[in-house]
């Protein structure tokens, strides 16, 4: 069974940092495409950022320069940075993994994590 699951999200006073883990099982996914999406009340998903099995790495405008993805192949897991954090991130944050197409729509994803809840205080 294929399974995808976030932790690291907390509450966390703008300016400072959090890092998401997502830890991969059921097969390994070193060949595909691993990518941050997130969610906040009302809005539709968006996308955060990815990284494809060839190391490439790839930002919404917004995230450049405060969050860097990573992704460690041997332990099946990629990983979030976010620092410097705004009121405007908070959100619940998901993981993905996708074997084609565009990296950065969240319908090109075969399996999503449950997600992990990321807040913001101004």
């Known amino acids: 069974q294929v399974q995808l699951v976030e932790s690291g999200g907390g509450l966390v006073q703008a300016g400072g940092s959090l890092r998401l883990s997502c830890a991969a099982s059921?097969?390994?996914?070193?060949?595909?495409?691993m990518g941050w999406f997130r969610q906040s009340p009302g809005k539709e998903r968006e996308f955060v950022a990815a990284?494809?099995?060839?190391?490439?790495?790839y930002y919404a405008d917004s995230m450049t320069g405060r969050f860097t993805i990573s992704r460690d192949n041997a332990k099946n897991t990629v990983y979030l940075q976010m620092n410097s954090l705004k009121p405007e991130d908070t959100a619940d944050y998901y993981c993905?993994?996708?074997?084609?197409?565009?990296?950065?729509?969240?319908?090109?994803?075969?399996?999503w994590g449950q997600g992990t809840q990321v807040t913001v205080s101004s």
């Open positions: 993905a993994a996708a074997r084609s197409g565009s990296i950065t729509s969240a319908a090109s994803y075969d399996y």
């Open positions: 059921g097969r390994t996914f070193s060949s595909d495409a």
């Open positions: 990284t494809r099995w060839s190391g490439g790495r």
